[in-house]
Protein backbone atom coordinates (compact mmCIF):
# COMPACT_ATOMS: atom_id res chain seq x y z
CA UNK A 1 0.00 0.00 0.00
CA UNK A 2 2.83 2.51 0.71
CA UNK A 3 4.51 1.75 -2.33
CA UNK A 4 1.11 2.35 -3.93
CA UNK A 5 0.84 5.89 -2.54
CA UNK A 6 4.42 6.63 -2.80
CA UNK A 7 4.47 5.55 -6.85
CA UNK A 8 0.98 7.66 -6.93
CA UNK A 9 2.53 11.03 -5.35
CA UNK A 10 5.39 10.73 -7.57
CA UNK A 11 2.93 10.55 -11.12
CA UNK A 12 0.96 13.69 -9.53
CA UNK A 13 4.24 15.37 -8.94
CA UNK A 14 5.50 14.77 -12.44
CA UNK A 15 2.67 15.51 -14.24
CA UNK A 16 2.30 19.40 -12.16
CA UNK A 17 6.02 19.78 -12.35
CA UNK A 18 7.62 18.48 -15.66
CA UNK A 19 8.69 20.80 -18.05
CA UNK A 20 7.09 20.66 -21.41
CA UNK A 21 9.82 19.87 -24.07
CA UNK A 22 9.00 22.16 -27.50
CA UNK A 23 11.15 20.81 -30.32
CA UNK A 24 10.97 22.33 -34.01
CA UNK A 25 7.66 21.43 -35.80
CA UNK A 26 5.72 21.04 -32.44
CA UNK A 27 1.70 21.27 -32.49
CA UNK A 28 1.32 23.43 -29.84
CA UNK A 29 3.43 26.37 -31.71
CA UNK A 30 1.25 29.00 -33.43
CA UNK A 31 4.05 29.88 -36.31
CA UNK A 32 0.80 32.81 -37.34
CA UNK A 33 2.11 34.32 -33.81
CA UNK A 34 5.16 35.54 -35.52
CA UNK A 35 5.14 38.98 -37.38
CA UNK A 36 7.48 40.21 -39.97
CA UNK A 37 8.73 43.22 -38.73
CA UNK A 38 11.52 45.48 -37.92
CA UNK A 39 12.32 46.34 -34.89
CA UNK A 40 15.07 48.60 -32.58
CA UNK A 41 15.14 48.61 -29.03
CA UNK A 42 17.71 50.25 -26.56
CA UNK A 43 20.12 48.20 -25.09
CA UNK A 44 21.30 49.47 -21.59
CA UNK A 45 23.19 48.80 -18.51
CA UNK A 46 21.24 49.20 -15.37
CA UNK A 47 23.47 50.78 -12.51
CA UNK A 48 22.10 51.40 -8.82
CA UNK A 49 18.38 51.37 -10.78
CA UNK A 50 19.75 54.19 -13.34
CA UNK A 51 19.35 52.93 -17.02
CA UNK A 52 22.55 53.88 -19.17
CA UNK A 53 22.24 53.37 -22.90
CA UNK A 54 25.16 51.26 -24.12
CA UNK A 55 23.77 50.04 -27.38
CA UNK A 56 21.24 49.75 -30.30
CA UNK A 57 19.69 46.70 -31.01
CA UNK A 58 18.04 46.25 -34.61
CA UNK A 59 16.22 43.03 -35.65
CA UNK A 60 14.22 42.20 -38.90
CA UNK A 61 12.10 39.37 -39.50
CA UNK A 62 10.89 38.45 -43.08
CA UNK A 63 10.06 35.44 -45.75
CA UNK A 64 11.47 33.98 -48.85
CA UNK A 65 9.46 31.19 -49.61
CA UNK A 66 9.51 28.25 -47.34
CA UNK A 67 12.30 29.90 -45.00
CA UNK A 68 11.64 32.53 -42.49
CA UNK A 69 14.96 35.46 -42.64
CA UNK A 70 15.89 36.88 -39.43
CA UNK A 71 18.57 39.38 -39.10
CA UNK A 72 19.81 41.18 -36.42
CA UNK A 73 22.27 44.02 -35.72
CA UNK A 74 23.84 45.03 -32.67
CA UNK A 75 25.39 48.62 -32.49
CA UNK A 76 27.73 49.79 -29.75
CA UNK A 77 27.43 52.99 -29.01
CA UNK A 78 30.69 54.64 -27.64
CA UNK A 79 32.67 52.08 -30.86
CA UNK A 80 32.82 51.52 -34.29
CA UNK A 81 31.75 47.73 -33.18
CA UNK A 82 28.97 46.04 -34.62
CA UNK A 83 27.90 42.32 -33.94
CA UNK A 84 25.74 41.24 -37.41
CA UNK A 85 24.09 37.85 -37.47
CA UNK A 86 21.78 36.48 -40.81
CA UNK A 87 19.92 33.48 -39.91
CA UNK A 88 17.62 31.14 -42.10
CA UNK A 89 15.04 29.40 -40.29
CA UNK A 90 12.47 27.12 -41.91
CA UNK A 91 9.10 29.17 -41.87
CA UNK A 92 7.18 25.83 -41.10
CA UNK A 93 8.88 24.55 -37.89
CA UNK A 94 11.70 27.30 -37.03
CA UNK A 95 13.96 24.60 -37.29
CA UNK A 96 17.92 26.61 -38.31
CA UNK A 97 19.30 25.80 -41.54
CA UNK A 98 22.61 28.51 -41.55
CA UNK A 99 23.81 30.96 -39.82
CA UNK A 100 26.56 33.75 -40.69
CA UNK A 101 27.77 35.41 -37.85
CA UNK A 102 30.22 38.71 -38.04
CA UNK A 103 32.11 40.15 -34.78
CA UNK A 104 35.55 41.54 -34.82
CA UNK A 105 36.60 38.69 -32.50
CA UNK A 106 35.18 35.90 -34.69
CA UNK A 107 33.06 35.17 -37.89
CA UNK A 108 31.60 31.97 -39.09
CA UNK A 109 28.69 30.84 -41.58
CA UNK A 110 27.34 27.38 -40.93
CA UNK A 111 24.82 25.37 -42.29
CA UNK A 112 23.71 23.70 -39.63
CA UNK A 113 22.84 20.25 -41.14
CA UNK A 114 26.72 19.78 -41.60
CA UNK A 115 27.53 20.30 -37.82
CA UNK A 116 24.46 18.63 -36.16
CA UNK A 117 21.52 16.46 -37.23
CA UNK A 118 19.70 17.18 -33.86
CA UNK A 119 16.60 18.67 -33.63
CA UNK A 120 16.78 21.92 -32.02
CA UNK A 121 16.09 26.05 -32.67
CA UNK A 122 19.15 28.71 -32.96
CA UNK A 123 20.03 30.37 -29.38
CA UNK A 124 19.37 33.80 -31.32
CA UNK A 125 15.89 32.67 -32.26
CA UNK A 126 14.29 31.29 -29.22
CA UNK A 127 12.86 34.42 -28.45
CA UNK A 128 10.47 33.83 -31.65
CA UNK A 129 9.83 30.25 -29.95
CA UNK A 130 8.70 32.41 -26.98
CA UNK A 131 6.24 34.07 -29.00
CA UNK A 132 4.57 31.41 -30.68
CA UNK A 133 3.92 29.01 -27.64
CA UNK A 134 0.76 28.84 -25.87
CA UNK A 135 1.61 31.14 -22.84
CA UNK A 136 -0.80 31.49 -19.79
CA UNK A 137 -0.22 31.63 -16.42
CA UNK A 138 2.37 29.33 -14.55
CA UNK A 139 3.72 27.69 -18.22
CA UNK A 140 6.89 25.61 -18.34
CA UNK A 141 8.94 24.57 -21.07
CA UNK A 142 12.13 23.60 -22.40
CA UNK A 143 13.54 24.57 -25.18
CA UNK A 144 16.76 22.51 -26.85
CA UNK A 145 18.72 25.57 -28.42
CA UNK A 146 22.46 25.62 -30.55
CA UNK A 147 24.65 27.89 -29.22
CA UNK A 148 28.12 28.06 -31.46
CA UNK A 149 29.77 30.07 -28.80
CA UNK A 150 29.28 27.40 -26.35
CA UNK A 151 31.84 24.91 -24.98
CA UNK A 152 29.67 22.16 -25.35
CA UNK A 153 30.88 19.39 -27.32
CA UNK A 154 27.51 19.56 -29.66
CA UNK A 155 26.66 22.80 -28.48
CA UNK A 156 22.93 21.74 -27.58
CA UNK A 157 21.55 23.11 -24.58
CA UNK A 158 18.24 24.02 -22.86
CA UNK A 159 16.70 27.06 -22.47
CA UNK A 160 14.04 26.69 -19.63
CA UNK A 161 10.68 28.63 -19.32
CA UNK A 162 10.32 28.60 -15.45
CA UNK A 163 7.30 30.97 -15.13
CA UNK A 164 4.80 33.04 -17.27
CA UNK A 165 2.99 35.60 -15.01
CA UNK A 166 0.25 38.20 -16.22
CA UNK A 167 1.72 41.84 -16.03
CA UNK A 168 1.35 45.51 -17.76
CA UNK A 169 3.72 46.86 -19.72
CA UNK A 170 3.30 51.57 -19.96
CA UNK A 171 4.54 52.56 -23.48
CA UNK A 172 4.80 56.37 -23.05
CA UNK A 173 3.45 56.50 -26.62
CA UNK A 174 1.08 53.67 -26.58
CA UNK A 175 -0.28 53.35 -23.25
CA UNK A 176 -0.67 50.28 -21.15
CA UNK A 177 -0.39 46.85 -22.68
CA UNK A 178 -1.09 43.43 -20.98
CA UNK A 179 1.60 41.59 -20.89
CA UNK A 180 3.02 38.08 -20.25
CA UNK A 181 6.21 37.79 -18.07
CA UNK A 182 8.02 35.22 -19.60
CA UNK A 183 10.74 34.09 -16.91
CA UNK A 184 13.80 32.07 -18.79
CA UNK A 185 17.26 30.40 -17.60
CA UNK A 186 19.64 29.71 -20.66
CA UNK A 187 22.19 26.95 -19.32
CA UNK A 188 25.05 27.01 -21.55
CA UNK A 189 25.27 31.24 -20.53
CA UNK A 190 23.45 31.35 -17.27
CA UNK A 191 21.89 34.45 -18.13
CA UNK A 192 18.31 34.97 -16.51
CA UNK A 193 15.57 36.94 -18.73
CA UNK A 194 12.60 37.97 -18.21
CA UNK A 195 10.42 38.73 -21.59
CA UNK A 196 7.47 40.99 -21.62
CA UNK A 197 5.39 39.74 -24.34
CA UNK A 198 1.83 41.19 -25.28
CA UNK A 199 -1.06 38.78 -25.12
CA UNK A 200 -2.57 39.42 -28.30
CA UNK A 201 0.10 41.02 -30.52
CA UNK A 202 2.94 38.94 -29.15
CA UNK A 203 5.22 41.77 -29.25
CA UNK A 204 8.21 41.59 -27.36
CA UNK A 205 8.27 44.99 -25.26
CA UNK A 206 10.97 44.66 -23.25
CA UNK A 207 13.32 42.53 -21.86
CA UNK A 208 15.49 42.35 -18.43
CA UNK A 209 18.68 40.49 -18.07
CA UNK A 210 20.46 39.17 -15.28
CA UNK A 211 24.21 38.35 -16.36
CA UNK A 212 26.95 37.48 -13.71
CA UNK A 213 25.46 39.60 -11.52
CA UNK A 214 25.13 42.54 -14.18
CA UNK A 215 21.67 43.90 -15.09
CA UNK A 216 20.82 45.04 -18.36
CA UNK A 217 17.29 45.86 -20.56
CA UNK A 218 16.24 46.14 -23.25
CA UNK A 219 13.41 48.47 -24.47
CA UNK A 220 11.14 48.61 -28.12
CA UNK A 221 11.52 51.82 -29.08
CA UNK A 222 8.16 51.54 -31.21
CA UNK A 223 9.36 52.89 -34.59
CA UNK A 224 7.20 50.99 -35.94
CA UNK A 225 4.36 53.14 -34.19
CA UNK A 226 2.65 55.71 -36.67
CA UNK A 227 -1.07 56.82 -35.96
CA UNK A 228 -1.34 59.20 -38.79
CA UNK A 229 -3.32 58.77 -41.65
CA UNK A 230 -2.54 61.76 -43.46
CA UNK A 231 0.84 61.86 -45.25
CA UNK A 232 3.27 64.76 -44.53
CA UNK A 233 4.21 67.26 -47.63
CA UNK A 234 7.58 68.56 -46.52
CA UNK A 235 7.83 70.28 -49.90
CA UNK A 236 4.68 71.91 -49.56
CA UNK A 237 4.90 72.98 -46.39
CA UNK A 238 8.11 74.50 -46.43
CA UNK A 239 6.70 76.47 -49.65
CA UNK A 240 4.04 78.36 -47.34
CA UNK A 241 6.93 79.07 -45.01
CA UNK A 242 9.04 80.25 -47.62
CA UNK A 243 7.73 80.97 -50.69
CA UNK A 244 5.59 84.17 -49.87
CA UNK A 245 4.91 88.04 -49.40
CA UNK A 246 2.68 87.91 -46.45
CA UNK A 247 3.36 88.77 -42.76
CA UNK A 248 1.24 87.66 -39.53
CA UNK A 249 2.12 91.04 -37.09
CA UNK A 250 1.14 89.90 -33.44
CA UNK A 251 0.63 91.49 -30.22
CA UNK A 252 0.44 88.91 -26.93
CA UNK A 253 -0.57 90.27 -23.41
CA UNK A 254 -2.65 88.87 -20.66
CA UNK A 255 -5.25 91.62 -18.89
CA UNK A 256 -5.67 91.00 -15.14
CA UNK A 257 -9.37 89.93 -14.50
CA UNK A 258 -8.62 89.54 -10.73
CA UNK A 259 -10.23 85.85 -11.14
CA UNK A 260 -9.96 84.08 -7.71
CA UNK A 261 -9.98 86.80 -5.70
CA UNK A 262 -11.94 87.44 -2.54
CA UNK A 263 -12.66 90.96 -2.12
CA UNK A 264 -15.86 90.61 -0.43
CA UNK A 265 -14.99 90.80 3.24
CA UNK A 266 -13.62 94.29 3.31
CA UNK A 267 -14.08 97.63 1.46
CA UNK A 268 -11.38 97.95 -1.15
CA UNK A 269 -10.77 100.68 -4.14
CA UNK A 270 -8.74 98.67 -6.74
CA UNK A 271 -6.67 101.48 -8.39
CA UNK A 272 -5.27 99.25 -11.57
CA UNK A 273 -7.91 97.16 -12.49
CA UNK A 274 -6.86 95.03 -15.95
CA UNK A 275 -3.12 96.66 -16.57
CA UNK A 276 -1.96 95.01 -19.28
CA UNK A 277 0.79 92.20 -18.86
CA UNK A 278 2.92 91.97 -22.18
CA UNK A 279 4.73 89.19 -22.60
CA UNK A 280 8.65 89.33 -21.80
CA UNK A 281 11.04 90.47 -24.68
CA UNK A 282 12.67 87.19 -25.58
CA UNK A 283 9.56 85.11 -25.18
CA UNK A 284 9.20 82.09 -27.96
CA UNK A 285 6.14 82.76 -29.97
CA UNK A 286 5.63 79.52 -32.63
CA UNK A 287 4.13 78.86 -36.11
CA UNK A 288 3.15 75.95 -37.92
CA UNK A 289 0.87 75.52 -40.78
CA UNK A 290 -2.34 74.23 -39.79
CA UNK A 291 -2.42 71.68 -42.94
CA UNK A 292 -4.41 68.56 -42.24
CA UNK A 293 -1.70 66.67 -41.44
CA UNK A 294 -0.58 69.11 -38.46
CA UNK A 295 -4.40 69.24 -37.29
CA UNK A 296 -4.72 65.47 -36.86
CA UNK A 297 -1.32 65.36 -35.24
CA UNK A 298 -3.12 67.98 -32.66
CA UNK A 299 -6.19 65.76 -32.40
CA UNK A 300 -4.30 62.60 -31.46
CA UNK A 301 -2.63 64.23 -28.72
CA UNK A 302 -5.89 65.22 -27.57
CA UNK A 303 -6.82 61.25 -27.15
CA UNK A 304 -3.21 60.53 -26.53
CA UNK A 305 -3.95 62.86 -23.02
CA UNK A 306 -6.60 60.46 -22.25
CA UNK A 307 -4.53 57.25 -22.19
CA UNK A 308 -3.33 56.45 -18.96
CA UNK A 309 0.74 56.48 -18.66
CA UNK A 310 1.13 57.74 -22.30
CA UNK A 311 3.11 60.51 -23.41
CA UNK A 312 2.80 63.22 -26.03
CA UNK A 313 3.14 61.60 -29.97
CA UNK A 314 6.26 63.59 -31.32
CA UNK A 315 6.01 64.75 -34.75
CA UNK A 316 8.50 63.69 -37.57
CA UNK A 317 11.42 65.04 -37.85
CA UNK A 318 10.55 66.40 -41.06
CA UNK A 319 7.52 67.80 -39.90
CA UNK A 320 9.40 69.27 -36.85
CA UNK A 321 11.65 71.43 -39.72
CA UNK A 322 8.27 73.03 -40.57
CA UNK A 323 7.92 74.96 -37.63
CA UNK A 324 8.78 78.06 -37.36
CA UNK A 325 9.32 80.45 -34.36
CA UNK A 326 10.34 84.20 -33.56
CA UNK A 327 10.95 85.79 -30.80
CA UNK A 328 8.65 89.11 -28.90
CA UNK A 329 11.05 91.77 -30.15
CA UNK A 330 10.42 94.86 -27.40
CA UNK A 331 8.27 95.31 -24.66
CA UNK A 332 5.08 95.71 -25.89
CA UNK A 333 4.79 91.99 -26.45
CA UNK A 334 5.34 92.45 -29.96
CA UNK A 335 6.19 89.52 -32.96
CA UNK A 336 6.24 88.85 -36.34
CA UNK A 337 6.57 86.31 -39.05
CA UNK A 338 6.84 86.55 -43.07
CA UNK A 339 7.65 85.28 -46.20
CA UNK A 340 4.19 83.27 -45.55
CA UNK A 341 1.63 82.36 -48.87
CA UNK A 342 -2.02 82.19 -48.28
CA UNK A 343 -3.25 79.06 -46.31
CA UNK A 344 -4.28 78.82 -42.60
CA UNK A 345 -1.30 78.95 -40.04
CA UNK A 346 -1.66 77.97 -36.09
CA UNK A 347 0.43 80.73 -33.69
CA UNK A 348 0.35 80.27 -30.11
CA UNK A 349 2.42 81.62 -26.90
CA UNK A 350 3.02 80.51 -23.51
CA UNK A 351 4.70 82.85 -20.85
CA UNK A 352 5.14 84.07 -17.44
CA UNK A 353 3.97 87.23 -15.94
CA UNK A 354 4.16 88.81 -12.48
CA UNK A 355 0.45 90.55 -11.82
CA UNK A 356 0.77 93.65 -9.13
CA UNK A 357 -2.13 95.66 -8.61
CA UNK A 358 -3.37 98.17 -5.67
CA UNK A 359 -6.07 98.30 -3.35
CA UNK A 360 -7.22 101.15 -0.72
CA UNK A 361 -8.14 99.70 2.36
CA UNK A 362 -10.00 100.92 5.73
CA UNK A 363 -7.22 100.66 8.05
CA UNK A 364 -8.95 102.61 11.43
CA UNK A 365 -10.76 105.71 12.63
CA UNK A 366 -10.23 109.10 14.09
CA UNK A 367 -12.50 111.43 15.92
CA UNK A 368 -12.28 114.97 14.25
CA UNK A 369 -12.53 117.95 16.85
CA UNK A 370 -12.70 121.89 15.48
CA UNK A 371 -12.44 124.66 18.20
CA UNK A 372 -12.49 122.09 20.69
CA UNK A 373 -15.89 121.18 19.46
CA UNK A 374 -16.15 117.15 18.39
CA UNK A 375 -17.38 117.52 14.77
CA UNK A 376 -17.17 113.54 13.72
CA UNK A 377 -15.06 110.74 12.90
CA UNK A 378 -13.14 109.90 9.90
CA UNK A 379 -12.01 106.76 7.80
CA UNK A 380 -8.55 106.45 7.95
CA UNK A 381 -7.53 104.57 4.31
CA UNK A 382 -3.60 103.03 3.52
CA UNK A 383 -2.92 101.89 -0.03
CA UNK A 384 -1.27 98.74 -0.27
CA UNK A 385 0.59 97.27 -3.54
CA UNK A 386 0.42 92.88 -4.08
CA UNK A 387 1.63 90.92 -6.61
CA UNK A 388 0.84 87.29 -7.96
CA UNK A 389 2.69 85.01 -10.47
CA UNK A 390 0.48 84.04 -13.67
CA UNK A 391 1.25 82.20 -16.58
CA UNK A 392 -0.55 83.18 -19.92
CA UNK A 393 -1.35 80.39 -22.92
CA UNK A 394 -2.50 81.34 -25.91
CA UNK A 395 -3.64 80.15 -29.64
CA UNK A 396 -4.71 81.43 -32.41
CA UNK A 397 -5.66 80.72 -36.20
CA UNK A 398 -5.02 82.59 -38.57
CA UNK A 399 -5.88 83.14 -42.27
CA UNK A 400 -4.12 84.32 -45.17
CA UNK A 401 -6.18 84.82 -48.14
CA UNK A 402 -3.92 86.17 -50.53
CA UNK A 403 -0.31 86.29 -51.14
CA UNK A 404 0.80 89.80 -49.92
CA UNK A 405 -1.99 90.07 -47.53
CA UNK A 406 -0.57 91.69 -43.93
CA UNK A 407 -2.47 90.09 -41.08
CA UNK A 408 -2.29 91.49 -37.47
CA UNK A 409 -3.38 89.89 -34.24
CA UNK A 410 -3.76 89.75 -30.97
CA UNK A 411 -2.87 87.12 -28.55
CA UNK A 412 -4.63 87.96 -25.27
CA UNK A 413 -6.39 87.18 -22.46
CA UNK A 414 -9.24 89.32 -21.18
Not at 132 to 140: F, I
Not at 361 to 371: A, H, K, R
Request: aromatic share 12%; proline share 3%.
Amino acid sequence: MKKFVFFYLLVLFELGFAQTKILPGDKSLNINLIKIWNSTMGYYFVKDGNPIEICTYQTEVGTNNDQLIFNSNLIFLKSDKQWKEHIILDKNTLKPISRKSERETRTFDIKYANINKGDYFDIATYPLVLCALPLNSGYKATIPVIDYDSANKDKIQNVNVTDVKSNVYNSELTGEHQVWKVSVKEESTGNLYDYFIDKVSRKIYKITVSSNGNNLMLVDRETDFNPFKNTFDKEATLKMLTKGNSVILGEAFAKDDRSGRDDSKIRIDILNVNKKQFAPKGTKVTLLPYTEYFKEWMELNKKQAKIKGAKPIPLSKEAQSCVLTTQIYDDKGNFEFTNLTEGEYFVFISFGYTDTFSRREITGTSDVYINGNYAGTQLNTDVFTYAQAGNANFQKVVTIKSNGETVKIKLKRW
